[in-house]
């Protein structure tokens, strides 16, 4: 029987779909004794695995082995539930679709974000979307934080989905990737999309488990493939993405800038708050971390909540 690799592209729990190297897709089954070693989870296929299969007869497959996760994001079934879910494997990048106008991204989720990035091991992007609607002013305050998440290491650009602005910079960023594609509701994810690969019509709909409308809709993660060569995996809700729990100690190793000096601190086990001879309050004075990244990094750091009502 011949063995192939593929990449999960879509995973419903009774069905697994593949995407082989030829591009082809096929419908998969797990192979029945099969156990992950070491992760619980209530699904244990997630888009973007890496599987072997075997090729049926009939043209179907059966997954025999998944190969080691790069990396993966999770979501819990509740903010107090034990059981995750691995939502996603074998990202190359968290794009976040951030905006200055309505709604407007604070720069406390973006910092959030993108300390779950750093959690996650997925390097991540900054995109502003929505840059015809900027005044002057705004447009100002744009540059500025283009220019801090650059400096921090995110590449960082400001775009419009309606102009095509800042469109090549990001297929450029998305080209032979996978990316994963986040931001609030509203912000022009769907439009973006179209933007660039035109009928293509992604879940943007946040599943809120919150909001009591008596909806109950199913969604699952989705790789789709543009016709450029990127791949991007589309999940409904990023709430859960903020919401892995931090050590305090590790939250200033999460800001490559702060990470850049914390290790010349007069104490080993500096928190970067009070201590006298801590090199990051010197970078700070410094202008070398920016003010809303460090108040950022305290927010965090004091355990502030993952209610974006909280941040500014
Ligand atoms: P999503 O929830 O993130 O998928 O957001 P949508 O793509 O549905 O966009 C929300 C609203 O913002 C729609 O009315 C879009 O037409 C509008 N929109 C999206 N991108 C832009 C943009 O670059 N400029 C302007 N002016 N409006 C935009
Ligand atoms: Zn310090």
């Not at 991204?105 to 900054?126: K, M, Q």
């Not at 892995?244 to 800001?255: G, H, L, N």
């Not at 460090?294 to 974006?308: A, F, H, P, S, T």
């Amino acid at each position: 029987m011949s063995e192939i690799q593929g990449i999960v592209i879509k995973s419903t729990g009774s069905s697994v779909i593949v995407r082989l190297p030829d591009k082809q897709r096929i419908i998969c089954r797990l192979k029945g004794t099969f156990r992950i070693k070491g992760i619980r989870t209530t699904n244990p296929l997630a888009v973007g695995d890496k599987v072997v299969i075997q090729m049926k007869q009939d043209g179907s497959g059966l997954i025999t082995e998944i190969l080691e996760r790069q990396n993966y994001i999770i979501r819990k079934a509740t903010k107090l539930s034990k059981s995750s879910q691995i939502i996603a494997s074998n990202l190359d990048q968290a794009i976040l679709i951030a905006t200055l106008a309505f709604p407007k991204t604070s720069t406390g989720f973006i910092d959030r974000f993108l300390v779950t990035s750093e959690a996650y091991h997925i390097p991540a992007v900054v995109v502003f979307n929505k840059f015809d609607l900027y005044d002057t002013e705004t447009a100002g305050l744009l540059f500025t934080l283009i220019d801090i998440y650059s400096d921090a290491g995110y590449p960082s650009h400001e775009v419009s989905a309606i102009t095509g602005e800042g469109l090549d910079w990001l297929e450029e960023i998305m080209k032979d990737k996978i990316s994963l594609l986040a931001g609030h509701s509203g912000v022009g994810k769907s439009t973006l999309v179209n933007a660039l690969e035109p009928g293509l019509v992604i879940k943007t709909r946040e599943i809120s488990t919150y909001s009591g409308k008596g909806q109950h809709i199913t969604t699952f993660t989705e790789m789709h493939e543009l016709s450029f060569g990127a791949m991007i995996i589309d999940t409904p809700g990023i709430r859960e993405f903020g919401l892995i729990d931090f050590e305090k100690t590790e939250v200033a190793e999460r800001f490559p800038e702060m990470r850049r000096y914390m290790y010349d601190c007069r104490y080993h086990n500096c928190t970067h708050t009070h201590e006298p001879g801590c090199a990051v309050k010197e970078a700070l004075k410094n202008n070398l971390i920016s003010k809303s990244r460090y108040e950022n990094y305290l927010k965090i750091y004091n355990g502030e909540g993952w209610d974006e009502k909280e941040w500014d």
